[in-house]
């Protein structure tokens, strides 16, 4: 088909139908009409052998979740997606039919949540490579940041965890499961789901500082302490953990939740009081986990108030193999 090909035939694909849309797949770049809202902007790879594994991660599946990792940064920033830049390096022999069903893939996450997508590129590279680029605003002046976090406020966090880890281990290790866990896991893992609305919403109860677990929990809740300044107290009892993890990974169920990452639920720090409020606004769980310290480090303690050992915070790019 070639590249020219491929383009128009991902063009009409992608399709159009955002009214502030100026020009779209097609020109040098695109174009559309801006408001005076705050901008945001993010980019990711994901890249075969390093962030997915095509052996358990189908073309279709691989779409999906490369756009929705992005549409989770947006999430964690409190704000609306709306368009999205995809860069692909291909090898030579790939076929059509595998490039049509990546697009699907992201179209079907795209469509459920208003993104458009409006340009990007194909190269030749001898594994694949996606790249995306997010672009996104905030209807508000307020935004979440990572840096906002205050000693004395709690720690919680939406949604429940290890889900994502143990649907890696089911597919990447063969671990037998009964089918319905099975297929829950599995699910998790190739098909997260952004927490946009959940995102707006700690915007509109005064949250100020949040971020999308990617890497787990404890490694981003570092992340937050390292830019805030602060530190952290975590009692491990009460990080929610996914039913299905506790009762098909028992004694690893807490290790997944904890440090398994890809989750994608949002991690963020507020008043008790306001985290009150985020609880009955919500329509999925939230959890407060512990609370933001006036030290540098994050510590993890049981319930007697004892020290939890952890052998492994989370994903750490070239360091993980």
Known sequence: MGEFGLIDLLAKMAGG??????????????????????????????????????????????????????????????????????????????????????????????????????????????????????????????????????????????????????????LSKGRKLDPEAATRLKNAFLHPTPRIAEGRLLVEQGVKTAIDISDGLIADLGQICKASQVGARIEVERVPVEPTVKTAFSERALELALSGGEDYELLFTASAEVVDKVKKAASCPVTAIGEITAGELVTLVDKQGNPFKLDRAGWEHFTNR
């Not at 955002?18 to 790879?45: P, Y």
């Not at 692909?88 to 039919?97: I, K, M, N, Q, Y």
Request: avoid cysteine.
């Open 17 to 170: 139908g955002d009214e502030r849309l100026l020009i779209g797949i097609g020109d040098d770049a695109a174009a559309w009409q801006g408001d005076d809202s705050i901008q945001l902007a993010s980019v990711d790879s994901f890249i075969q052998g390093v962030h997915y594994n095509p052996a358990i991660t189908p073309w279709q599946e691989a779409g999906w979740k490369a756009l929705a990792v992005k549409l989770s940064d947006i999430a964690a920033m409190g704000g609306i997606p709306r368009y999205a830049l995809v860069s692909l390096a291909l090898p030579t022999d790939t076929e059509v039919d595998d490039v049509k069903n990546l697009y699907t893939g992201m179209l079907k996450l795209a469509k459920q949540y208003g993104v458009t997508i409006i340009g990007g590129d194909i190269s030749n590279a001898p594994l694949v490579a996606i790249s995306i680029t997010i672009l996104g605003s905030s209807p508000t002046k307020q935004i979440l940041t990572r840096a906002a976090a205050q000693p004395g406020e709690m720690v919680a966090v939406t949604g429940r965890l290890g889900a994502a880890a143990a649907g890696l281990e089911v």
